[in-house]
């Protein structure tokens, strides 16, 4: 039978996971969930809880709030393969999450928790995304939202959903880190806001299926993402060590986290050889990754090491014009997603990825989630038509 805990990476240190706690007690690191005997077995359920045997496997079933995340489109496109220069490059697609992207995943594991903890009050801090699946998980399980936005950097179409879904909103002077910092202060000083950023190790559990889902269907190379306060990164490294331990791989991609170059503290410190992280002042146009003191660094460095991973930093206008190829091939997506295949192009021209290798790239939010930028298009007159 599979026993779930809480575990700290670091001093090993455990704690039951009846526990509300995020940071161990011991050394101050961000917890893992760790499944002792856990076992390949998949559900009827259909996403992400196809795979609960091994994100939460002692969950009761009334507890999961659920609203049909996960198993989305993996896309091939010809003009995705001539921009890129890789013949085989897949395209994730997380922004047909219910709420658009892929925070989807991470918060019906995370709001379940809530409700099996019997919370009555979420919280976090957002760049968009998450304040919109936190604010419409919690009201789909009966809890009310308090979300942290930094008003001035945050998509309008987000900030809709979350008022409309009926979060309270608590508008931040400044950027994501300066509302992080005040989330970290809620968890020290009250215990009755349950956290749903990806310092909640089970948004990191939920977020593991994104690659259960790929590795299913194809064997990649690279599997390449945007990256920001590094929950994915450190969520993709935990589900291939998790395929990798059950012997359900027999090899392992390489993950290649790539960063906005205004917002990349974590490009720095892997490729620097640096022995911490440097927070920045992010700069980008792409808002959901404009992050400057990533919280999940450390497991997110686990995940890069682990996998021989890369991490990638590209422009605002290298990012731009990935967006451009990827909507105009039909399939679209929000700004900081096109990070994902800007680092693919630059990789492939700097002889990192050749164009025979395998690549699934992540899009991880969909394209309504930032309409702020309108592309320049040429409109055309009725006589167009008729003439
Ligand atoms: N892509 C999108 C569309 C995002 O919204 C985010 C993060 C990321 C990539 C980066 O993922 O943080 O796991 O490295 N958005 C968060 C939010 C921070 O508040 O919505 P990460």
Redesign the pocket.
């Known amino acids: 039978m599979t026993h779930s805990v809480l575990k700290c990476p670091s001093c090993n240190a455990e704690y039951t996971i009846d526990s509300n706690i995020y940071i161990c007690g011991k050394c101050g690191n961000i917890l893992d969930v760790f499944h002792h005997d856990m076992e390949y077995s998949l559900t009827n359920m259909k996403g992400v809880w196809k795979y609960k045997n091994l994100i939460h496997p002692e969950i009761p079933e009334k507890a999961i709030i659920t609203r049909g995340e996960g198993n989305t489109m993996l896309y091939r496109n010809a003009r995705i393969s001539n921009y890129s220069g890789v013949d085989k490059i897949f395209l994730k697609h997380e922004g047909e999450n219910p709420t658009g992207?892929f925070?989807d995943r991470g918060m019906t594991v995370a709001v379940s928790e809530a409700v099996r903890l019997n919370f009555n009050k979420t919280l976090c801090a957002?760049?968009?995304?998450?304040?919109a699946a936190a604010a419409s998980y919690s009201a789909f399980g009966g809890i009310e939202s308090y979300v942290m936005i930094p008003g001035k950097n945050v998509s309008a179409n987000k900030l809709f959903q979350a008022i409309a879904y009926g979060a309270n909103i608590v508008d931040i002077e400044g950027d994501?880190d300066t509302a992080m910092e005040n989330v970290k202060k809620a968890i020290a000083k009250r215990n009755d806001f349950y956290i749903l950023n990806?310092l909640n190790p089970w948004r990191i559990e939920g977020q593991k299926t994104i690659i259960y889902e790929i590795m299913e269907k194809i064997k990649p190379d690279f599997i390449t993402f945007?990256?920001?306060?590094?929950?994915?990164?450190s969520a993709f490294g935990k589900a291939l060590m998790d395929l990798r331990a059950l012997g359900v791989i027999d090899y392992v991609p390489k993950l290649v986290a790539i960063q906005a170059s205004g917002a990349s503290p974590f490009y720095d410190y892997i490729n620097g050889k640096e022995d911490t992280i440097h927070p920045v002042k992010a700069e980008t146009i792409a808002s959901?990754?404009k992050?400057g003191n990533p919280v999940n660094y450390k497991k997110a460095k686990r995940a890069i090491e682990f996998t021989k991973g890369i991490v990638e930093k590209v422009t605002d206008e290298q990012i731009m014009e990935a967006k451009r190829e990827i909507d105009r091939s039909g399939i679209g997506c929000?700004p900081?997603?096109a990070a994902s295949v800007a680092g693919v192009k630059k990789l492939k021209e700097s002889g990192i990825i050749s164009r025979g290798d395998t690549v699934a790239s992540i899009l991880?939010?969909n394209i309504l989630k930032d309409v702020s930028l309108v592309p320049e298009h040429k409109t055309l007159s009725i006589q167009d038509i008729f003439q």
């Open positions: 992207s925070k957002s760049t968009g995304n998450t304040s994501f990806s945007p990256a920001g306060n590094l929950g994915n990164t959901a990754i992050i929000e900081a997603s991880t939010g």
